[in-house]
């Protein structure tokens, strides 16, 4: 080889492909256009934006790796992640609405629902007809999701079931709620049944709307079930295997929230940027100052190693391969680079930074809840640490 000349590339590409660069594009274009002139208002007034949620499903963006048979739009789970990115850049309460109805919602109806239960759920779900949510949150079981309390007694051709789960996410305009009860509860875990459960259901009590320190858009309430007969032909899964459902539906959606985090890293980062080139202290714009260029450079550093890391669990589980350690990884890293870069960004704003106008003390309320909601920043440590103990155990 002559020197100076490189070898062909063999190794990781990098590049994203055509259809991953329009998703990219399109959905930048239409969250600058659509999203954009209401995320602070919706932010001030708690209000679901519904207008620009159908405007998403008419995208296809509430059910983006569902086959097109199933209304989906038939892409891959990193055209998904980009797409989540995107939004949640302008608005993390859009990119929030878009992940539970895909990651929550449709991949649990498409991996374990029968075809009876796809054609009538999934379909109308997967095109934004319908909107669902996900029940697993109780008041006593949080991070220990398997202390369910929620009971389904078997009655018949129903089963009865009575509960309450908290902090549910588009609860309000929900059609549809995957939720979880204890068949047995003897058993724990493995007492746990999935069901596909119509809101409308006589006995499903949706609670207030909470008021939130950010995604404050998003619709978040407590639902009690109260004799609520769900029918048995609406158990998710088999009966009793429904926490296999809850935990593998988690896997895949700590992606997209990991992707929610990196989407708000990246608008402090660019705020900060605009920032530090225009604002003139001591006769010189503040980016000439290492302070700030320290700031600038360590967001930097943060938004380029949460990207490689949600984007490498997203193609690793396009690749069917296992991805459960890096799934919490890239939920732990990009959730904590969200609040650091947009608290960075508030202080390279100074004083302006901590005013409402200027969007990034929104940035910051946004991020909190990218390091809580589907697994803390500590229950991600404890599934990367169980997983390297497993990597030593089978390396011998
Ligand atoms: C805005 C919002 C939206 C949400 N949306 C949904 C939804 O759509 N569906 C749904 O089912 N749930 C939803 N949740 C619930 C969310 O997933 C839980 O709040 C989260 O899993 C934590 O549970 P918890 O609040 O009970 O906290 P706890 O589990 O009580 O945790 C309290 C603290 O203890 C720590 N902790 C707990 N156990 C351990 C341990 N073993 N080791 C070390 N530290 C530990 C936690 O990390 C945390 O710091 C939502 C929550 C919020 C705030």
Known sequence: MTPGTLAPATGPSFDLGEDQLAVREMVREFAESEIRPIAAAIDES?????????????????GMFVPEEYGGAGMDYLSYVIAVEELSRVCATHGVIASVNNSLVCYPL??????????????????GEKLGCYCLTEPNAGSNAANQQTTAVEDGDAFVLNGT??????????????????????????????????????????????????IRASDTREIALV???????????????????????????????????????QASLEAAVRYAGERVQFDRIIGEFDAIREMLANAAIEVETARLLVYQSAWLRDRGRPHT??????????????????????????????????????????????????????????????QVLKERALAG
């Not at 708690?46 to 509430?62: I, N, V």
């Not at 296999?244 to 896997?251: M, P």
């Not at 939920?331 to 508030?346: L, P, R």
């Open 46 to 62: 708690h209000e679901f934006p519904m207008e620009t949620t159908r405007k998403m499903a008419g995208l296809g963006l509430l």
């Open 110 to 127: 498409l991996t374990y629902g029968n075809e009876e239960q796809k054609r009538e759920y999934l379909v109308p779900i997967a095109k």
């Open 165 to 214: 789960k908290v902090f549910i996410t588009t609860a309000g305009p929900a059609d549809v709620l995957i939720l979880y009860a204890a068949t047995d509860r003897s058993k724990g875990p493995k007492g746990i049944t999935a069901f596909i459960v119509d809101a409308d259901t006589p006995g499903v009590n949706k609670g207030k709307k909470e008021k939130k320190l950010g």
């Open 227 to 265: 004799n609520a007969r769900v029918p048995k032909a609406n158990v998710l899964g088999e009966r009793d295997k429904g926490y296999t459902v809850a935990l593998a539906t988690l896997g895949g959606g700590r992606i997209g929230i990991a992707a929610q985090a990196l989407g708000i890293a």
């Open 325 to 386: 350690k890096e799934a919490s990884l890239a939920k732990w890293h990009a959730a904590e680079a969200a609040s650091k870069c947009a608290n960075w960004a508030i202080q390279v704003h100074g004083g302006y930074g901590y005013m409402a106008e200027y969007l990034v003390e929104r940035y910051l309320r946004d991020a909190k809840i990218c390091e809580i909601y589907e697994g803390t920043t500590e229950v991600q440590k404890m599934v990367v640490a169980a």
